[in-house]
């Protein structure tokens, strides 16, 4: 039992002391400030362009209502089927990269950059609609 106060008081002694010091010199505890991380750089045109190659089409389709006769038009991209108008996100050498699909007709496609972020190393993003 003594010895298991001994030990009590010392550890917060040791605590107690710590703080003090810290508290009148916080220069010798430098090690304890975070760090801040370094500014990530911006994304290029040129990534762009390698995420847009990497867009798999995978097929159209175009239907004409019998009522009305209008025609819907819709694409796969990557497994997902979308309309005109439809925003998803992809994932390449670690940036989230964000499409909207300004015209589709036919098999005219044209897609509209709307964001891109950088994606931490351990995160995974699954492609998705938005």
Same mark, same amino acid.
């Given at each position: %039992?003594?010895r298991? /106060?001994?030990?009590?008081?010392? =550890? ?8 003090f010091?810290? *508290?009148?010199? $916080? ?5 304890? +400030? $975070? =760090? ?5 750089? !911006? /994304?290029?045109?040129? +990534? #762009?362009?390698?995420?847009? *190659?990497?867009?798999? /089409?995978?097929?159209?389709? +175009?239907? =004409? ?8 038009? &819709?694409? %796969?991209? @990557?497994? %997902?089927?979308?309309?005109?108008? +439809?925003?998803? !996100?992809?994932? @390449?050498?670690?940036?989230?990269? =964000? #499409? ?12 509209? &950059?709307v964001?891109?972020?950088?994606? $931490?190393?351990?995160?995974? /993003? ?5």
């Open positions: %039992m003594k298991f /106060i001994l030990v009590c008081l010392v =550890v917060a002694g040791t605590a107690f002391l710590t703080f010091l810290f *508290k009148s010199h $916080p220069s010798w505890f430098s090690w304890f +400030e $975070p =760090v801040t991380a370094a500014a990530l750089p !911006s /994304i290029t045109q040129q +990534e #762009w362009d390698v995420a847009r *190659k990497a867009l798999v /089409i995978n097929g159209y389709t +175009e239907a =004409v209502v019998p009522d009305t006769g209008a025609t819907c038009a &819709q694409v %796969m991209i @990557n497994r %997902m089927l979308l309309n005109a108008g +439809e925003s998803f !996100s992809s994932t @390449n050498q670690n940036v989230q990269f =964000v #499409w909207r699909i300004d015209a589709l007709a036919g098999r005219d496609l044209r897609l509209a &950059q964001s891109a972020q950088r994606v $931490p190393f351990a995160q995974t /993003i699954t492609p998705r609609k938005h």
